[in-house]
T-cell receptor, first 111, second 112 residues
């Protein structure tokens, strides 16, 4: 059983469209991270959220941590082909020492 | 500042063999975590080393073992390889037990 479920699993959109990726769990996390991974490379950290309800913006990307710290979302405005990649959320349990990754969302932005 | 490096990049082994993967942590980082990423899935936590001691372990059998050296580089050893061990093995380093991890490019292991 996966601790973190991401949806959708696959997403193919046209350049300029908006999209939202969801990361859900029944567990509470002390922090949650979002990564982007390109083929043949390791994940690259985009953002870390720690406080319930927290919203962070990174250019066209908006990240939100749920009030109960069990879920998160990533919203991309006006997607560009350079946004193509595998988006992963990862949660750290309050017990610490481990990050649990989500199932991943593969995003393709078509020019 | 040097990032996280891993070697080798690719590796092909046969079932039953043993393999050692290596990771050099980012400068100033004393914590290394290892992950297994099967094709099309998210990384699965194997274990973490902090100051040369194992500091947490995921749901992996004992044939997955590791080491961390005084310079904080690390090794992942897998004995009695199985076909299902074929995956991308990722190493991530961080400073202390801080929650910001930096990943290496990974080692692609294929078991035939």
């Amino acid at each position: 059983t996966q601790l973190l479920e991401q949806s959708p699993q696959f997403l193919s959109i046209q350049e300029g469209e908006n999209l939202t990726v969801y990361c859900n769990s029944s567990s509470v996390f002390s922090s949650l991270q979002w990564y982007r991974q390109e083929p043949g490379e390791g994940p690259v950290l985009l953002v870390t959220v720690v406080t319930g309800g927290e919203v962070k913006k990174l250019k066209r990307l908006t990240f939100q941590f749920g009030d109960a710290r069990k879920d998160s979302s990533l919203h991309i405005t006006a997607a560009q082909p350079g946004d193509t990649g595998l988006y992963l959320c990862a949660g750290e349990l309050p017990t610490g020492n481990q990050f649990y990754f989500g199932t991943g969302t593969s995003l393709t932005v078509i020019p | 500042e040097t990032g996280v490096t891993q070697s080798p990049t690719h590796l092909i082994k046969t079932r039953g063999q043993q393999v050692t993967l290596r990771c050099s942590s980012q400068s100033g980082h004393n914590t290394v975590s290892w992950y297994q990423q099967a094709l099309g899935q998210g990384p699965q936590f194997i274990f973490q080393y902090y100051r040369e001691e194992e500091n947490g372990r995921g749901n992996f059998p004992p044939r997955f073992s590791g080491l961390q050296f005084p310079n904080y580089s690390s090794e992942l050893n897998v004995n009695a390889l199985e076909l299902d061990d074929s995956a991308l093995y990722l190493c991530a380093s961080s400073s202390g037990l801080a929650n910001e991890q930096f990943f290496g490019p990974g080692t692609r292991l294929t078991v035939l």
